[in-house]
């Protein structure tokens, strides 16, 4: 540091004058659970965007509802693939963070080359990947369907963000050593908080290209409605509708689109419950 010598400047230690006095109890927290906790973007098919707004409980009960099923952990190491403009990125950063995993951050050159991604996840010993199907399709080129193929390490691989045609799967499904990789499909929404249904693939599945999403996660409720918001009977195809715990404020700025999407709960046991409409065609199967 620079000094004057002359007896009119006074010497300041910026590590010793300057420290203020630091209190001896925690601060007080000032989020509470219906607090905003992130704001995302999305446009759907409609091209017009809008921001969805997701709150601290929504985010905390996703893991809640998911946790039995995963039995995520401390020993996990999640790869961060996804922009977090995509709130895929949500599910990726959180589900490591929260259960205390290790998160390892592709790079944009990684994540643009199926051999780098490959060699990243038998580098970092990864354990759970989540990937959009045709992003997974092309990471397969590069890993030929064998025990380690994707890497020894690997215990669960995650689909969402398309629709999965599981007959690409077929080869892996078959070649499964004591069920792992375990491969999972998710049918999710950005306004219900990233992922709403959850299925454990089989083989029994790669025998159909349907894209089978499963049922809801533990908190969530799922319907296919008619136009008028009426319940489908099995095998008829509807809107596929969401309530539950997971369903986001609303959209900012635009109570009209609130009020056309997240609409009262037909079936509802308690008042002011809400169901959301996707706009996303499904059916119920038999089973």
Not at 18 to 39: G, S, V
Not at 63 to 75: C, E, H, P, Y
Not at 214 to 220: K, N, V
Not at 221 to 246: F, K, N, S
Request: one cysteine or more; proline letters at 7%; a negative charge.
């Amino acid at each position: 540091h620079y000094m004057q010598q002359d007896a009119t400047v006074r010497i300041v230690l910026a590590d010793q004058d300057l420290q203020p006095a630091a209190p001896e109890h925690d601060p007080p927290r000032r989020t509470a659970p219906h607090n905003l906790a992130y704001l995302i973007y999305t446009s759907g098919s409609t091209g017009q965007p809008k921001a969805v707004l997701v709150t601290h409980q929504n985010l905390a009960r996703l893991f809640q509802a998911t946790a039995a099923q995963f039995r995520f952990g401390s020993s996990d190491v999640w790869t961060l693939f996804h922009s977090y403009a995509f709130d895929f990125s949500v599910w990726e950063i959180w589900g490591a963070l929260i259960f205390g995993g290790r998160l390892v951050i592709v790079s944009h050159a990684d994540s643009r080359s199926s051999e780098s991604l490959l060699h990243l996840m038998h580098l970092q010993q990864v354990t759970v990947l989540n990937q959009t199907p045709s992003a997974f399709g092309q990471l397969t080129l590069a890993a030929e369907p064998a025990p380690d193929g994707l890497g020894a390490s690997l215990r669960t691989a995650i689909f969402g963000g398309e629709a999965l045609d599981p007959s690409t799967l077929r080869s892996w499904l078959e070649r499964q050593p004591a069920g792992r990789p375990e491969f999972v499909n998710m049918y999710g929404i950005t306004e219900t908080t990233v992922h709403v249904t959850c299925l454990a693939l089989t083989r029994d599945h790669a025998a159909s290209s349907a894209s089978v999403v499963g049922g809801p996660i533990e908190d969530l409720e799922a319907y296919i409605l008619d136009r008028r918001g009426r319940l489908m009977p099995p095998g008829a195809m509807g809107e596929i509708c969401v309530a539950g715990d997971g369903l986001a404020r609303g959209y900012g700025n635009r109570p009209d689109l609130t009020a056309e999407r997240f609409i009262p709960h037909p079936f509802a046991l308690q008042p002011g419950d809400r169901l959301y409409r996707s706009g996303d065609l499904g059916r119920v199967e038999a089973d």
